[in-house]
Every structure is written in structure tokens, then in C-alpha cells.
T-cell receptor, first 119, second 107 residues
Framework: EAGVAQSPRYKIIEKRQSVAFWCNPI?????LYWYQQILGQGPKLLIQ????????DSQLPKDRFSAERLKGVDSTLKIQPAKLEDSAVYLC???????FGTGAYNEQFFGPGTRLTVL | DAKTTQPPSMDCAEGRAANLPCNHS???????VYWYRQIHSQGPQYIIH???NNETNEMASLIITEDRKSSTLILPHATLRDTAVYYC????????FGTGTSLTVIP
């Protein structure tokens, strides 16, 4: 079974530039997550999609970050314009389903991440 | 704010059991406890989860106290490849990873 694919693996940009990341989840996985992981911290959930609809984007800085999942398969995360504090690893994950019942989640499968450096 | 607390680091001798504690003092009745680990430069990997009962799979065992306020992840025979950051998560606050426990398995 192919895993979660992300590209690019590394990106270096200057502040105020724009950048986009791409994620292809595991085939058949309805739920897709984007996380931001700053050095020395755990991953922080930015946005969660169920098929092509947004389930939770409460921690997404919407003034500069946007994400879409057209057709409910692959997804892109964009930052425009980038700031120095956006330097981080951006992780994409997918699961067969999202939250179900009253608090159980399906296992999330993570991609290798995209390491963004903003100069 | 973090809803789980873990020691920042632990060491374990190779071949011995690694016991990683987690306090989830604000967990409510329908919230699950999940454990993930992250090996350097890789994405997190699911290990195990539970609600009330102890759980075991091919990777680890999960012991949850009766009041559900704490849990322990047990790696029965730690190997060098188990060196990683281990995250305890309760599902009441989205999927908040916190800073985890950095486990070093020593030869």
C-alpha cells in the first residue's frame, strides 16, 4: 500500500513570498489533515478535511494560510505571504475516516513532511 | 493549552522494558487516549489507543488507570530503533500532540 505522498520535501523562500505544498493521501482515505511542526514542538493541527469539506480549521491563520481539497482526494496548502515564524515542517496525514462515535479517531498515517525555511 | 503532561525525556537500556507515563487529568468519559511516536526526520507513527481497558498490540501495551487520569505505554523489549519522541494524546482537544517524551534506548 502506497503511503501519504508530499512534495516538495524541502523549500527555501524569502519572507513575503508565497509557497504551496501538495499532499496525496492514501487511496480511499476520506479524511486529510495538515499539521505544522515547529522545531522542538509537537505537530499542531492546522486544518482537517472530510472528503472535500472542511471539518476544522480553527487553528489555521486564515489571513495568510489557505488550503483546499478539490474532488476529495489530494490537497494543497498555501502560505501567502510567508513570515519568518512560518519556518517549520508541514505534515500531511490521512485516515480512513475522521472522528467517529464520541471521541475515537481512526489511525492517522503521516507523510514525510515538507521542511520550509523562510529567510 | 496542553491537556496531557509527559516527562520531557527518558532513557532505557536495550532489551529492557520502557515504561512511558502520561497524565491526562482533564480527560472526560468518552475521550480516548492515543499514543504516537516520531522518529527523527519522519512523520509521526500510530502505536496504540484505548478508552478504559488495557490494550496490547504487536508494538506495545497500554495501561490506563481506573480513574483514566493517567496511562503508561509499555515497550516490552526496547531496541535501538525505538529511540524516538513519544506523544500521548487525548481526543478531547482535537489531536493536540504536546511536546512528548524523548526516549533514548541505550546499547
Amino acid at each position: 500500500e502506497a503511503g501519504v505522498a508530499q512534495s516538495p520535501r524541502y523549500k527555501i523562500i524569502e519572507k513575503r513570498q508565497s509557497v504551496a505544498f501538495w499532499c496525496n493521501p492514501i487511496s480511499g482515505h476520506a479524511t486529510l489533515y495538515w499539521y505544522q511542526q515547529i522545531l522542538g514542538q509537537g505537530p499542531k493541527l492546522l486544518i482537517q478535511f472530510q472528503n472535500n469539506g472542511v471539518v476544522d480549521d480553527s487553528q489555521l491563520p486564515k489571513d495568510r494560510f489557505s488550503a483546499e481539497r478539490l474532488k476529495g482526494v489530494d490537497s494543497t496548502l498555501k502560505i501567502q505571504p510567508a513570515k519568518l515564524e512560518d519556518s517549520a515542517v508541514y505534515l500531511c496525514a490521512s485516515s480512513l475516516r475522521g472522528p467517529f462515535g464520541t471521541g475515537a479517531y481512526n489511525e492517522q498515517f503521516f507523510g514525510p513532511g515538507t521542511r520550509l525555511t523562510v529567510l | 493549552d496542553a491537556k496531557t503532561t509527559q516527562p520531557p525525556s527518558m532513557d532505557c537500556a536495550e532489551g529492557r522494558a520502557a515504561n512511558l507515563p502520561c497524565n491526562h487529568s482533564t480527560i472526560s468519559g468518552n475521550e480516548y487516549v492515543y499514543w504516537y511516536r516520531q522518529i527523527h526526520s519522519q512523520g509521526p507513527q500510530y502505536i496504540i489507543h484505548g478508552l478504559k481497558n488495557n490494550e496490547t498490540n504487536e508494538m506495545a501495551s497500554l495501561i490506563i488507570t481506573e480513574d483514566r487520569k493517567s496511562s503508561t505505554l509499555i515497550l516490552p523489549h526496547a531496541t535501538l530503533r525505538d529511540t524516538a519522541v513519544y506523544y500521548c494524546i487525548d481526543t478531547g482537544n482535537q489531536f493536540y500532540f504536546g511536546t512528548g517524551t524523548s526516549l533514548t534506548v541505550i546499547p
